[in-house]
């Protein structure tokens, strides 16, 4: 049976790119602000609030994991933070990838293990587009295993390190986001899987990308009604069901044309258009290049690389 997160997570490509071990001595504050990179903490011990993008600050207790898909400011304190405007002084570092936080003279209270990771799709936004803003997840053991062995793995240089890491980072982010299946997780493909009817049509759109689908048919595949299949798919995972399934033709199609997998006419066929032409000029109204150039100036970079 098709997949639809272990595709998309798969189509994202992430890999490591640090992790570091903080140690909090409260109270303590710390604001970052990032580039739209991928970012995950889990506490280990203790814990602490987190505000993502200006949302109400979540408190993360032991055990806790948190994905932001693509983070842009993040505010992390204590349970019981500094007054306001009382800066905390930078993070020490400690060595081995070790960090304090906090009044040298305060005693430890929280562990955390917290890093960021990029997707090498050059498409990674567009798909981002279809998880949730953030993950909240309590109490997944196997995520704080996941996280450490990630560690582990970033500070060795063992034979095919890179390979071991993008493998850990999939299932890592599969896990995260599948747990959250029944939460009250942001609007998001993981959140319209978790709804057995509507799983049913997005696996469908996965399953057979080159059929033309219509909104009656997707609802009919969810055993709804037509009005009542268009806005719970809304709703839950973010954008109307159409929008989903261009979305998700055009991040087949760029990773085809990416990898030369066929002419633009096999590609067009293949991601549901009936002419060359047709998809030519949806590829270009989405994406904002033909796929002739696109696929050129692509293939070009990775041969510079």
């Not at 955390?112 to 990771?117: I, K, S, W």
């Not at 993008?166 to 986001?177: D, F, G, K, T």
Request: proline share 7%.
């Amino acid at each position: 049976m098709i997949d639809p997160l272990a595709e998309v997570v798969t189509l994202l490509q992430p890999n490591a790119q640090f992790s570091k071990l903080v140690l909090g001595a409260s109270p303590w504050r710390i604001s970052r602000s990032d580039a739209g990179q991928p970012f995950y903490c889990v506490m280990l011990e203790g814990g602490c609030r987190i505000a993502i993008g200006g949302h109400e600050p979540i408190e993360l207790m032991s055990g806790d994991f948190v994905l932001i898909p693509a983070a842009y400011g993040i505010a992390i304190s204590s349970l019981e933070p500094p007054p306001p405007g009382i800066e905390t002084t930078v993070p020490v570092a400690l060595g081995h990838g070790e960090f304090r936080i906090g009044a040298p003279g305060n005693r430890i209270d929280a562990r955390m293990m917290g890093g960021h990771c990029t997707f090498g799709s050059p498409d990674a936004s567009l798909l981002v587009s279809l998880l949730p803003q953030f993950v909240h997840v309590r109490g997944e053991q196997r995520l704080a295993t996941l996280v450490e062995l990630v560690r582990e793995e970033s500070r060795a240089q063992r034979p095919a390190r890179e390979v071991v890491l993008s493998r850990l980072l999939e299932v890592l982010l599969i896990e995260a986001l599948r747990a959250t299946a029944g939460t009250n997780a942001s609007p998001g493909l993981v959140c319209g899987l978790s709804d057995s009817r509507l799983a049913a049509a997005i696996r469908g759109m996965h399953q057979r990308p080159t059929h033309a689908w219509t909104v009656a048919e997707l609802a009919k595949e969810a055993a709804l009604s037509r009005s009542t299949f268009f806005e719970r798919f809304s709703h839950a995972v973010g954008v109307a069901p159409m929008q989903y399934l261009l979305t998700w033709r055009m991040a087949l199609a760029k990773d085809m044309l990416r990898r030369n997998a066929g002419r633009i006419a096999e590609i067009a066929e293949r991601v549901g258009y009936s002419s060359a032409s047709t998809f030519s000029v949806a590829f270009t109204r989405h994406v904002g290049r033909p796929p002739t150039q696109y696929a050129r100036e692509e293939q070009a970079a990775v041969n510079g690389a």
